[in-house]
């Protein structure tokens, strides 16, 4: 049987293509419950191993995509393949055009005051219909909550883009998923700045090659150093013990997906 799932360590995967992804999105709005999308990249993995609450904000969540081209090779030596990386500074843009065709109502939480006022600018002249109902740039620091959710509930969003980076994202969303219900909320990193254009993005071939992690790191050293050069090599031996019970034992880490 044809699992629908890729599994890297406590973390699953959706195994999805980006167009699935926005179709998958839609159903999660047209059913009106709510929930929330997670984009892991090997950043995430590496933090989930020693933080429970952030596999804990995994397992809860309605849909699981691929932000990474790692992320799709090691799913293909772990036989379980992805097929295609699935990027949040790509689907901010294939969901906000189905929004404007669909007329889903869009709220921007995270991001710095500038770069969410210019990223609204920049979503609504590419998509002009798009319907931008709200957005809010305080920096959620686990006791501020109040006010975001009653903006979220008084818009009548039907998607939050939450942009707080991980592991605080997820951390919000599993903690009100159900309070800005039946909004769904999407995880996605650093989407915002990339939409401003205070990020620029890698070269389409470096992305390919699963280098934009050197064109961050030469564009933003001092931020990016340790997360790349020191949190995120430890991957490697996490992949390896993947690949050691692949391989010698058949076994495949257990995980568990519950629904909010």
């Known amino acids: 049987m044809t699992t629908t799932h890729a599994l890297f360590g406590s973390l699953a995967v959706d195994r999805l293509?980006?167009?699935?992804?926005?179709?998958?999105i839609g159903r999660l709005i047209a059913q009106g419950h709510g929930g929330y999308v997670v984009t892991p990249n090997v950043?995430?993995?590496?933090?989930?191993?020693?933080?429970?609450?952030l596999r804990a904000a995994y397992r809860r969540a309605a849909l699981s995509l691929a932000d990474g081209q790692p992320l799709i090779w090691m799913s293909r030596l772990l036989g379980t393949p992805l097929p295609e990386k699935i990027s949040g500074a790509d689907?901010?843009?294939?969901?906000?055009?189905?929004a404007e065709r669909k007329g889903w109502r869009v709220f921007l939480y995270g991001a710095s005051p500038i770069v969410s006022m210019n990223a609204d600018r920049k979503l609504?002249?590419?998509?002009?219909?798009?319907?931008?109902?709200?957005?809010?740039?305080?920096?959620?620091?686990?006791?501020?909550?109040t006010d975001v959710v009653a903006q979220i509930r008084a818009s009548q969003a039907d998607i939050v883009i939450v942009a707080l980076g991980?592991?605080?994202?997820?951390m919000w969303?599993?903690?009100?998923?159900?309070?800005?219900?039946?909004?769904?909320?999407?995880?996605?990193?650093?989407?915002?700045?990339?939409?401003a254009?205070?990020?620029?993005?890698?070269?389409?071939?470096?992305?390919?090659?699963?280098?934009?992690?050197?064109?961050?790191?030469a564009q933003e050293p001092r931020r990016m150093a340790y997360r790349y050069l020191v949190r995120?090599?430890?991957i490697a031996p996490i992949f390896a013990g993947l690949l050691l019970r692949r391989f010698f034992s058949g076994a495949r880490p257990r995980v568990a997906r519950v629904s909010n």
């Open 17 to 24: 293509t980006g167009a699935q992804s926005v179709d998958a």
């Open 43 to 53: 950043d995430h993995i590496v933090m989930a191993r020693g933080n429970r609450r």
């Open 91 to 98: 689907l901010i843009w294939r969901v906000a055009e189905e």
């Open 124 to 145: 609504r002249e590419t998509y002009p219909a798009l319907k931008i109902v709200g957005r809010n740039a305080t920096w959620w620091d686990g006791r501020n909550a």
């Open 166 to 170: 991980c592991p605080k994202q997820e």
């Open 173 to 195: 969303m599993r903690r009100h998923a159900t309070m800005i219900a039946p909004a769904v909320a999407l995880g996605l990193g650093g989407s915002l700045d990339f939409v």
């Open 197 to 217: 254009g205070a990020v620029r993005r890698a070269p389409s071939w470096m992305s390919r090659l699963g280098l934009e992690w050197t064109y961050r790191l």
């Open 232 to 234: 995120d090599a430890r």
